[in-house]
DNA sequence: CAGAATCCTTCATGATACTG
DNA sequence: CAGTATCATGAAGGATTCTG
């Protein structure tokens, strides 16, 4: 059994959304379930290890659900929030705001050329629901 | 000039607050501004290099200001959050009470023994000055 | 369709020694 | 006191191939 201690609760949930492709994983996830190759074709860029990879980690924290449907090949194999995922909801929310504001003030004083594609608006499915 | 593109506002606070001493880091700062000193013997764990880049990142990122006092060593240099640094405070609380209640979820559930030493109150000095 | 197995590259962190 | 410079290492992510 995973044992580890953390000095303060942030750390903890950095570890939970922190992967290069988890917050936009979740961010799919939050607005429906979604089967595996759903996931690949609206994240082009990952690979095949790294998904079932991030998926895992996410699943290990209580976060995502996978349901297999099938006895045999061809699975279906589907990803869910958890109620633990949906009420990261808030978080993932004000985290997104604080990103994007914080990312015009480093454009907008010309510190650096960063952007946000898209808005927090793709998290909001969970604030209601949970 | 730093050129950089996020999928999501998530993604863009994760990069500011990510870095295994940050979190930490900032809490100290929120109480009130630290010399280099004061910062090594509260995290007496950290090397040298490791403190003066992560101080850095935050100071690229606005987030931390660097003062310098005396003409010739030993200087005193002190570090102190900015305005948008204590803006970080309400998503710092937040992550912080949902990192605590997620831990405890896991650990009642058996899942695994994860704990938080601090809680969340050593960011609240963030919540009503800003 | 989903995923396991291998091998490889890159980056964050760390240990150590040195300087104004 | 505060910081730089080097070198070392481990973990995260990625490319590719194979299987039920």
């Not at 994983?25 to 979604?34: E, G």
């Amino acid at each position: 059994m995973a044992k580890k201690t953390y000095n303060i609760g942030v750390e903890a949930t950095l570890d939970v959304i922190s992967g290069k492709w988890k917050p936009q994983l979740l961010c799919h996830l939050s607005v429906r379930p979604q089967r595996t190759c759903d996931l690949r074709q609206e994240l082009p860029e990952i690979s095949q290890k790294v998904l079932t990879q991030q998926l895992r980690e996410l699943m290990d924290d209580g976060i995502v659900q996978r349901q297999v449907y099938g006895d045999r090949a061809p699975f279906k194999v589907v990803y869910t929030l958890t109620t633990m995922g949906r009420s990261l909801g808030t978080v993932l929310v004000q985290m997104s705001i604080w990103g994007e504001h914080h990312v015009d003030e480093l454009r907008e004083s010309g510190v650096s050329d960063v952007r946000v594609q898209n808005d927090h608006a793709g998290f909001e499915h969970l604030l209601q629901a949970n």
